[in-house]
């Protein structure tokens, strides 16, 4: 029996419109009213998860940046933080200053980036939030970020990926959110540890807990769950380490 589900948002629950479909919309609905808790576990930001969440009149610690935050859907009440440590957050930005990398970093739920370019236009279009533009991150950092979150473009990710773990490997975790997406976590942080965090508060043990999602990001958790679904559009290495593989995003496959 499932008593709680974790779905991912961006191409799994969302549709490539971003929306979540009507069919969805009533399967989730239902499903908590039969009594299974049903959350978010996303890389997005609380403020970006959280109208969806009101959408479906969800009251549930909803998991966000990438498991760096649990916070409350309604109350907004701080469950879980854990922060990319600010000395080697300082590192990571000087170094974007440098190489000239567009970083973004997240602190207090507010998104922040050297320069308002392309990249992060889209960003802020996509999850519907303001970008600040400071020029010195580095300099703007006086506490821990929630996560920061390269992007570059598909050719150039693996070789950004490779320097970051040479250098912090031992002090941050690194995941791909998408394909041209680095995120930059706490070296604990994972959707993973977010939901057996949650499972853990909310009574429900692994084996009733099903993790749905689609990326590299969502692996963790994925492993974790005791029912683990990959969607069709997920990456092959992802379907591979799933219990089930459900339809496309486009698909209603989340439902």
């Excluded at 701080?78 to 590192?91: D, K, W």
């Excluded at 519907?128 to 473009?153: C, N, R, S, W, Y």
């Excluded at 799933?242 to 496309?248: G, I, M, P």
């Amino acid at each position: 029996m499932v008593r709680l589900i974790a779905v991912d948002m961006d191409d799994t629950v969302l549709n490539n419109k971003l929306e979540i479909t009507g069919y969805t919309r009533e399967v989730i609905k239902e499903a908590v009213r039969q009594g299974v808790y049903v959350t978010f576990a996303t890389g997005r930001m609380f403020r970006s998860c959280r109208p969806f969440a009101a959408e479906l009149d969800l009251d549930i610690p909803l998991i966000t940046y990438n498991g760096a935050l649990i916070k409350q859907a309604k109350s907004e009440t701080v469950l879980y933080h854990q922060p990319v440590p600010l000395t080697v957050a300082r590192e990571i930005a000087a170094w974007s200053g440098r190489t000239r990398h567009h970083l973004q970093i997240y602190v207090h739920d507010k998104l922040y980036v050297r320069e308002i370019n392309e990249k992060a236009l889209l960003y802020g279009n996509r999850a519907q939030v303001e970008v600040i533009a400071l020029g010195d991150l580095a300099g703007f950092l006086t506490e821990a970020p929630t996560k920061m979150l390269v992007i570059t473009d598909q050719d150039h990710i693996t070789e950004v990926e490779r320097e970051l773990r040479d250098t912090h490997g031992q002090t941050v975790h690194l995941t791909r959110s998408k394909p041209t997406f680095l995120e930059i976590l706490h070296p604990a942080v994972s959707k993973g540890e977010a939901l057996a965090y949650l499972a853990g508060m909310l009574g429900v043990p692994r084996e009733e807990v099903m993790a749905i999602g689609d990326g590299y990001n969502d692996l963790e958790m994925l492993v974790y769950a005791g029912v683990s679904v990959a969607m069709g559009n997920a990456q092959p290495y992802i379907k591979a380490r799933a219990d089930f593989v459900t339809l496309t995003n486009e698909e209603d496959g989340a439902a």
